[in-house]
C-alpha cells in the first residue's frame, strides 16, 4: 500500500533529505501494515499514534497544530517493533500497566520518603523509571506473586513496548494516601530480554490501566 502525503524537506549540514510528512491516521495504517504478521495485525489508531507523539515516540514536524510525523520515522520504529499477539511467549507472569505522556506527579513512601517526581514516559530518555514502576492498583495477593514468582511489569504506551519497560519486580511498597502500589523493579532476566528484542507491540484491551496480562 502507498501512503499519499506532504513532502518536506529538512536542510541539513550535508545537504537536503526528503521525507513524507503523515498525518496520524496514515501513519496508523502504515504501523498496522508493517507490524502485521501473516495472519493478525495490530488495532492501531490515530488518537494513539498522538499519544506516542506525546510520549517521544514520533516526533511532530507538523506546522502549528497540524501533527504529521516522518514516514521515515515511522519505518525506523516499525523496523525496530516486533507484533507480538500472543505475550505468552515473553514470560509466564506479566503484569501490564498502561503509561502515557512524562509529567510532574510526586508520590511518598508511608515514611515520606520520595518514590518518584513524575508519572508516564519519555521514550526520548526510557531509564526514567518513576512512571513505570508506580503507581499502580494491584491486589495485595497478587502483588506478592509478583514478587514471589519474579513476575514481571510491563509498560506500554496504547501498545508499544519499549525493552527498557519490561522488567522484574523485586518488591513493592504503600504509597502515601492511596491503596495503590510502587513496584521496584530489576533488569528482566536474558531470556525475556531476548523475547522483547529491540521493542516490541501487544493488543491492550480498551480503558483498562492495568491488569495481569500472562499468569
Known sequence: MVIRGRRRTNRLKG????GIALTTGQVAEELTGLLATNDRQPSITGAKVLT??????FTDIGPGKQVRVDRDEVVA??????????????ADLIFRVSVIKYRDSVCHDLHNNVLRTHAGVDYANPALLGGVEGVWKLSLHNANRLVAERGNLLATAKGYVHPEHVREVVRWEHVAGTSRRY?????A???????VGSG???????????DILVG
Open 15 to 18: 545537504g537536503f533529505i526528503m
Open 52 to 57: 506516542l507523539v506525546d510520549t517521544g515516540l
Open 77 to 90: 520504529v516499525a523496523n525496530a517493533t516486533r507484533y507480538v499477539p500472543d505475550p505468552e511467549e515473553i
Open 183 to 187: 513496584f521496584h523493579t530489576k533488569m
Open 189 to 195: 532476566s536474558p531470556k525475556v530480554r531476548e523475547a
Open 200 to 210: 516490541i507491540w501487544i493488543d491492550v484491551p480498551p480503558g483498562r490501566e492495568s
